[in-house]
């Protein structure tokens, strides 16, 4: 079992950064990618960003690239979502994910384990 705890939401300016971070405690694994998804009310769920175990391969989603970078420390079993230049159209709640097995990108319904949040809202 593995639970995934987010911190780093706020509320930020436009044009502003955060950091959100995903630390992942119970039973660890090796083999697995970790990435980050947001949702808004009425949207589904969408996959900004992911991250091979290895670290060496990345994915970002269009709408964030250039933006938005992923990173993770497995000594320590978390995963960074850093976050430049953020737009109102970012705001969101962004979840920690999990993927056993995975390589790089994961779509939504291939999470074996999901964070429970953190809100990140941009103001104009």
């Known amino acids: 079992q593995v639970q995934l705890v987010e911190s780093g939401g706020g509320l930020v300016e436009a044009g502003g950064s955060l950091r959100l971070s995903c630390a992942a405690s119970?039973?660890?694994?090796?083999?697995?990618?970790m990435g980050w998804f947001r949702q808004v009310p009425g949207k589904e769920r969408e996959s900004v960003a992911a991250?091979?175990?290895?670290?060496?391969?990345?994915y970002v989603s269009d709408s964030v690239k250039g933006r938005f970078t992923i990173s993770r420390d497995n000594a320590n079993n978390t995963v960074w979502l850093q976050m430049n230049s953020l737009k109102p159209e970012d705001t969101a709640v962004y979840y920690c994910?999990?993927?056993?097995?995975?390589?790089?990108?994961?779509?939504?319904?291939?999470?074996?384990?999901w964070g429970k949040g953190t809100l990140v809202t941009v103001s104009s």
């Open positions: 994910a999990v993927k056993r097995f995975g390589r790089n990108y994961f779509p939504a319904d291939g999470v074996d384990y």
């Open positions: 119970g039973r660890t694994f090796t083999n697995y990618a």
């Open positions: 991250i091979s175990w290895g670290g060496s391969t990345t």
